[in-house]
C-alpha cells in the first residue's frame, strides 16, 4: 500500500507536469505511468447535494457556553434580546446555521427539560453535570444549573438567529414518557393541551413545531454504557408512539418529527451495523 505522502506527491506530480507543458492530461499520466498512484477526475458525474443540516452547532451547559455566553439575562448591562446576548445574535446571523442542538451533550442525560419551563424565579437548581470539572472559582451557574435557559428560551434564540431547533432527549435517567410530553409541550396545537398552556403562560401560543429531536447522547458511554443492542431496544422503545400534531391550518396534514441516533465513539462497523440490524428487527 502506498503511503498517503508518498500518494500525494505523486498526484501533484502529474499536475504539475501538466500544468508546466500544458499538455493535455494522457500525456501527462504517461510522464507519471512509472508512479504507483492513479487519479481520476469525473466532472460530469453528479453525486447530490449533502444537506446543510450536517453543518449545524451545539450548545451545551458547559463552563460559559450557555451563561454568560448566550445567556446573559434580560436585566443585564451587556445588550440582549430577552436575556439572550445580541452580539452572539448578530454573529449567528451572519454564519446562517440551519440547526441548533441543545442541551447537550453528557449534559442531556441528566437533564430535565421540566425544570427549565415555567417561571424563571419558580425554577429549580441542579448539579451541573460538569460540575467536577469547574474550579472553585467558577460562576455558581457553571456549576448549579439556574436553568434560566430552557426549552422556550432555547428556542426563541433559535428563532432569533434564523436557525431550527434540535433538542436531545434524556434517555439515561428519564423514562420514556418524558420524550413523548416534550414533543407534546413544543409542537401541541395552542389551547389543546395542559402542556400547551403552560407555554402560552410562558408567552408562546403558537406551537414551537420541533421537528428534530435526538434519542439520547453519546449511549456508548455517558449515555447510558449501553452496548449496541440494549441502545436499539431503547430507541425504539423511546420513539414507538410519539405524537404528530396536526396543523388546525392545515389539519390534513401531519408534522414529520426527525429522530436522530447516537452513534458510536469512534469508525465502529460493528456497532452501526449490529444497532441497525437491531432496530430493523
Not at 454573529?91 to 441528566?110: L, Y
Not at 432527549?169 to 410530553?181: M, T, V
Amino acid at each position: 500500500m502506498m503511503k498517503r505522502r508518498r500518494f500525494l506527491q505523486a498526484g501533484l506530480a502529474v499536475a504539475g507536469g501538466a500544468l508546466a507543458s500544458k499538455a493535455p492530461f494522457p500525456r501527462a499520466w504517461a510522464q507519471s505511468s512509472s508512479m504507483d498512484s492513479r487519479i481520476e477526475v469525473l466532472t460530469g458525474e453528479p453525486l447530490g447535494t449533502i444537506s446543510p443540516n450536517l453543518y449545524g452547532h451545539f450548545t451545551e451547559n458547559l463552563s460559559g457556553v450557555v451563561y454568560d455566553g448566550i445567556w446573559v439575562g434580560p436585566n443585564s448591562k451587556i445588550p440582549n434580546v430577552d436575556g439572550i446576548r445580541k452580539e452572539l445574535i448578530d454573529e449567528m446571523k451572519k454564519i446562517k446555521s440551519p440547526v441548533v442542538r441543545f442541551p447537550g451533550g453528557c449534559f442531556a442525560d441528566s437533564y430535565d427539560w421540566r425544570d427549565g419551563i415555567g417561571p424563571a424565579d419558580k425554577r429549580p437548581r441542579r448539579t451541573n453535570f460538569w460540575n467536577g470539572g469547574e474550579t472553585p472559582e467558577a460562576p455558581a451557574s457553571h456549576r448549579y444549573d439556574p436553568n434560566e435557559f430552557g426549552t422556550n428560551e432555547f428556542v426563541h434564540f433559535c428563532k432569533l438567529i434564523g436557525s431550527e431547533p434540535y433538542l436531545a432527549a434524556n434517555l439515561r435517567s428519564l423514562p420514556a414518557e418524558e420524550l413523548y410530553r416534550w414533543v407534546e409541550y413544543c409542537n401541541s396545537p395552542a389551547g389543546s393541551t395542559t402542556l400547551a398552556d403552560m407555554r402560552a403562560a410562558a408567552g408562546f401560543k403558537e406551537p414551537f413545531n420541533v421537528r428534530f429531536w435526538g434519542v439520547g447522547n453519546e449511549s456508548w458511554g455517558c449515555g447510558g454504557n449501553f452496548t449496541a443492542q440494549e441502545y436499539a431496544v431503547e430507541f425504539r422503545r423511546f420513539t414507538t408512539w410519539v405524537p404528530r400534531f396536526q396543523s388546525r391550518s392545515a389539519p390534513e396534514s401531519r408534522e414529520e418529527l426527525s429522530f436522530i441516533g447516537s452513534g458510536p465513539n469512534v469508525d465502529d462497523w460493528a456497532w452501526t451495523l449490529v444497532f441497525f440490524v437491531e432496530i430493523a428487527m
